[in-house]
């Protein structure tokens, strides 16, 4: 394949196959149209819009007034549509197939979440509107609060963490505060092996030191390993639950007064909350602080579609640190809290410029309110329910890491895969051919050549049926011998297999005209 200078591949569309090449003499293949990037098509000296010159005109501008072209693509409006929509159709998003990316949680956004976050009373508000006139905005905040509070079994939470991460930065602060109140400062969190990164990564950023847990070989944490880590120099320990490995740590009781009993803080990774919803409550099981992301588990857009939220619940060790600003009852309605009460004030202080996400915040109160209790419970069911399915159709063929039943998603590893030739990598590019965004791969590493297939509860018995017929196939063509199959995958994506070491390490954000000049 020919590529440009900056290394895009510039015959995106030759479809090839063993038996099959085709290069079309436009670049575009059936009704897949080729797209090259919005520079090489627009032209500097044309202009979308057709504005006279105005007669007499004199700007006040003096030295600031621009001597040169602004450098933009100039397009007719059914080129930028085109463009757009072109573009568009080459991404694949869940409203396309089957998503079943493991511990992303890609589920359905029902559009009446939507259509609520865009009502002009929560869309079009500003957060330095005098807080009088958002007094509805505020109540939606209170109430958003209430149920989360309710189905977590927590008395406290931070709306205004923008994103998991942030939430756990949110979480470890607090715990931090925590601790220095009580005049106790530790220095080492626990994470377990199987810890998605954002956790250790969380924990070193906030100035502590890392310990790892070792698992079992249930995929739990091995909680005799917990115990004889836990000393009092250490401040907390993070546990995924449902852990990364899809499965229930069904210790954590234990693990929970294991920790208190050593005077450290349990944090909790809530973003799998999407498989227990109204079955189990973080409060019940001895959390201290959770995360929850509105973008997995109380619908809201996720990835590019975003932003992201990720509210904190907290227990009654860390209520009183929870960040400002937060929504209070005053005798003149609601209003925030955004200042410390001097020095002694036990919140850790602020952390976000505004208050956090509103639209996220409208979306995940109007499916919470849509769904109910019963349908919120349901939801998690069907979840749970759908990654069984998977996983039973599959595990005669495919290796399950753990026996037993999953929660949410479901754990293979590359063993199935020996002696074939073919790795998890090529397994995955494979599935981009038969029309899926691939699983998870590699994570969590505590088995090798992972595989996480999270289905959701939003899939049909109809699409499960699709995709788990296409992973059979793929299964038996790797074992078959059909390497070529694999090895060359994907072969009709627009796009082949790129550099992804390159293009995370050394990504090529800009168009220059001198590169373009240069190739
Ligand atoms: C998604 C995820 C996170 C991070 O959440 P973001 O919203 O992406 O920052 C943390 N832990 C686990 C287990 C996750 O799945």
């Not at 998977?390 to 590893?413: N, Q, R, W, Y």
């Not at 990598?425 to 505590?446: N, R, S, W």
Request: hydrophobic share 40%.
């Amino acid at each position: 394949m020919s590529m440009n200078s900056e290394g895009r591949p510039t015959t995106p569309n030759a479809v090839t196959t063993d038996e099959h090449k085709y290069e079309s003499f436009s670049g575009h293949v059936g009704l897949r149209l080729a797209e090259p990037l919005i520079f090489e098509i627009g032209s500097k000296d044309r202009t979308g819009v057709d504005v006279e010159e105005v007669e007499g005109f004199v700007s006040n501008l003096g030295a600031l007034e621009r001597t040169g072209g602004t450098g933009c693509p100039g397009l007719a409006e059914p080129d930028v549509v085109r463009h757009y929509t072109r573009l568009s159709r080459r991404n694949y998003g869940i409203d396309m197939g089957v998503f079943p990316l493991g511990s992303c949680t890609m589920k359905h956004n029902p559009r009446l979440n939507e259509k609520m976050a865009r009502l002009p009373g929560f869309g079009d508000i500003h957060p330095l509107q005098p807080q009088s006139t958002v007094q509805g905005a505020l109540g939606l905040m209170e109430e958003l609060s209430h149920w989360l509070m309710e189905l977590t079994g927590m008395p406290a939470v931070a709306l205004s963490p923008k994103a998991g991460a942030h939430g756990e930065l949110c979480g470890i602060m607090a715990i931090r505060k925590a601790l220095e109140a009580r005049g106790d400062a530790r220095e080492v969190i626990l994470c377990p092996e199987s810890a998605h990164g954002t956790n250790p990564a969380t924990a070193a950023f906030c100035g502590y030191k890392v310990k790892s847990i070792p698992g079992k070989a249930n995929g739990r944490v091995d909680i005799e390993a917990l115990k004889a880590a836990l000393d009092d120099t250490v401040a907390a320990v993070m546990v995924t639950n449902p852990n990364t490995c899809g499965l229930f740590e069904d210790e954590v009781r234990e693990i929970a007064d294991a920790i208190h009993a050593a005077g450290a803080l349990f944090y909790c990774d809530g973003a799998n909350f999407n498989a227990i919803v109204g079955k189990a409550r973080p409060g019940d099981l001895g959390v201290d602080a959770m995360h929850i992301n509105l973008h997995k588990t109380f619908s809201t857009p996720h990835g590019g579609g975003g932003p992201g939220s990720g509210p904190v619940v907290f227990s009654d060790r860390l209520k009183d640190h929870v960040p400002l600003p937060y929504v209070v009852k005053t005798a003149d309605g609601l209003s925030f809290k955004e200042h410390l009460d001097g020095d002694n004030d036990p919140s850790f202080g602020r952390l976000v410029a505004f208050h956090g996400q509103m639209g996220m915040y409208v979306r995940a109160l109007s499916y919470m309110l849509s769904h109910g209790v019963d349908g919120c419970r349901q939801a998690s069911e069907d979840a749970v329910l759908n990654a069984n399915y998977i996983k039973a159709c599959l595990d005669d063929l495919m290796t399950v890491s753990f026996e037993g039943p999953c929660m949410h998603e479901v754990l293979f590893d590359d063993e199935f895969l020996k002696g074939t030739g073919v790795t998890t990598l090529d397994f995955a590019k494979a599935m981009i051919d038969e029309g899926y965004h691939p699983m998870t791969m590699y994570f969590p590493l505590v088995v090798h050549g992972a595989m996480l297939v999270e289905p959701t509860e939003s899939e049909s018995k109809y699409n499960l049926d699709q995709f788990i017929r296409s992973m059979r196939g793929l299964a038996t063509a790797a074992k078959a011998g059909e390497t070529n199959r694999f090895i060359g995958a994907p072969y009709f994506a627009p796009w082949k297999r790129l550099d992804e070491t390159q293009a995370a390490r050394n990504p090529v954000l800009r168009w220059s005209p001198e590169a373009e000049a240069a190739e």
